[in-house]
């Protein structure tokens, strides 16, 4: 790793970054209005802390998708096809550039996305104390949000990674969009049920995950120092 | 390059390779298509490895640890990227001056000028023409003083006009610092007047190097008489 590259690479994804912020609080506020309704014939929704991590998680399967359209801008397309040829050209070692690459948008991404629920969770938070939303149980556990928004952040760091792994090794942008709503499909309902129900599991989900996808960036750093340029 | 092997999917690709460049010297690798040119140049670049033989540069064998010292005197210019598409010109070569490392460069438009691209550095690389997008990649690929720049196919697309300016563009190149460049092209007629040597190509083996005085003694100055002669030979 070379933090003068990560650093590097971010300074380059700043716009990016604050769009990110902005988009996933408008996404957040945007489940909750739609969600605000449905909740009344759910019991189990009708708790203000499990009713906030409902709509953290729903926010996180859009992020998702979101989150892999723009990994296959910045990161997958430059692998694709002839377009390595370029980064394979310079001289600082073809893995440690991807490592560098990975590591800053996947990093940066997630935690703006992550500072955008953020301030959207805090926001409906306040405003749950001036307008009486309908929840039957309105005592805020922050602990529980805090854990909820951290798991978030390591799902969509392990799941960018996954797709972007997918991406880069197969070469191909579409198989990083399928990989994210494959993971979607597969964990949705675990992630939502434990972040409301058992959130030990729930982070012993997200751990494992993030877990398998280093290693696989790691293989897929080790990949791309051998791989040839045949074509 | 010495005795260059190289298998792709069971077919041979490169049998016995040899290529060697000295300053100075614009040497022009021809042969027909699929000789294996283009796969010469990639293990010479560390893009493809070789299965087995010797490639020196400066002395200095290519292997893992030695790569990354050998393409930072290595400019080359293969195919144009779409992945650059959307970047302004200016951001294509900041980035090519942070990751090679150089910190004192000169400004975007000395090397705009110096390939004759009159564009601002604000234009993004996708909206250059074909000849435009061939001298953007020259200009990034000396951006960084090379002692030797690789072309692969550049007259591709080109009008005359581009091809006299592409022609000017590599011979200032090697006028200027000792230079060296290795170009692979199948416009033979546009070769004869700059190049210094050929090398012929076909099936993946190379044959001896000419001079251009050999070819201007031999064949009147006609790469294209020799490349006849060399491939009916082959054949």
Do not use: W
């Not at chain 1, 390591?154 to 996954?162: D, E, K, P, R």
């Not at chain 2, 210094?196 to 201007?216: A, C, N, P, W, Y």
């Amino acid at each position: 790793m070379n933090f003068n590259n990560i650093k590097y690479e971010i300074n380059n994804m700043k716009k990016l970054n604050k769009k990110s912020v902005l988009v996933s609080f408008i996404a957040l506020i945007i489940v909750f209005l739609i969600f605000l309704g449905a909740k009344d014939s759910d019991p189990q929704t009708n708790h203000i802390n499990s009713f906030i991590s409902i709509i953290i998680m729903l926010t996180c399967y859009y992020e998702l998708i979101y989150a892999t359209a723009k990994s296959c801008r910045y990161v997958v397309s430059d692998y694709v096809n002839d377009n390595k040829i370029r980064l394979y050209l310079m001289p600082n070692g073809r893995g440690k550039f991807l490592l560098n690459k990975v590591i800053a948008f996947v990093g940066s991404f997630a935690t703006s996305s992550t500072i955008g629920i953020t301030i959207g969770t805090f926001l409906i938070l306040i405003l749950s104390k001036f307008i009486n939303f309908g929840f039957s149980d309105n005592n805020i556990n922050y602990l529980r949000i805090l854990v909820t928004l951290v798991g978030y952040l390591i799902y969509l760091s392990s799941v960018m990674i996954f797709a972007t792994y997918v991406g880069v090794r197969y070469q191909s942008k579409v198989s990083a969009i399928i990989v994210s709503i494959i993971f979607l499909f597969l964990f949705g309902n675990a992630m939502i049920s434990t972040s409301t129900s058992n959130q030990v599991a729930f982070i012993i989900i997200v751990l494992v995950l993030l877990f398998i996808s280093l290693l696989l960036l790691l293989h897929c750093v080790r990949y791309i120092n051998k791989d040839e340029v045949s074509r | 390059m010495k005795n260059i092997n190289k298998t792709i999917k069971n077919k041979v690709a490169l049998s016995n390779a040899n290529l060697n460049i000295n300053n100075n010297e614009i040497c022009a690798l021809i042969g027909p298509n699929g000789a294996g040119k283009t796969t010469l140049i990639k293990c010479l670049t560390g893009l493809s490895s070789s299965d087995s033989g010797i490639i020196k540069f400066d002395n200095e064998s290519l292997n893992n640890r030695s790569i990354n010292d050998i393409l930072s005197k290595i400019g080359a210019v293969l195919k144009f990227p779409e992945s650059i598409s959307k970047t302004p010109i200016e951001s294509i070569f900041n980035q090519e001056f942070f990751y090679r490392g150089i910190k004192q460069h000169k400004s975007v438009n000395y090397y705009l000028n110096k390939v004759k691209l009159n564009v601002s550095p604000d234009t993004k690389a996708g909206k250059l023409s074909l000849g435009m997008k061939q001298r953007l990649l020259i200009a990034l690929a000396i951006s960084h003083n090379p002692s030797l720049l690789i072309l692969d196919e550049p007259f591709n697309g080109l009008d005359v006009d581009g091809v006299d300016l592409m022609k000017n563009i590599i011979s200032d190149f090697v006028k200027e610092n000792n230079n060296s460049v290795l170009i692979t092209s199948h416009s033979l007629n546009d070769l004869n007047d700059f190049v210094s040597s050929v090398t012929f190509m076909q099936s993946g083996h190379t044959l001896h190097k000419e001079t251009m005085e050999d070819i201007r003694e031999n064949y009147g100055g006609s790469i294209k008489d020799y490349y006849r002669e060399v491939h009916n030979n082959e054949l």
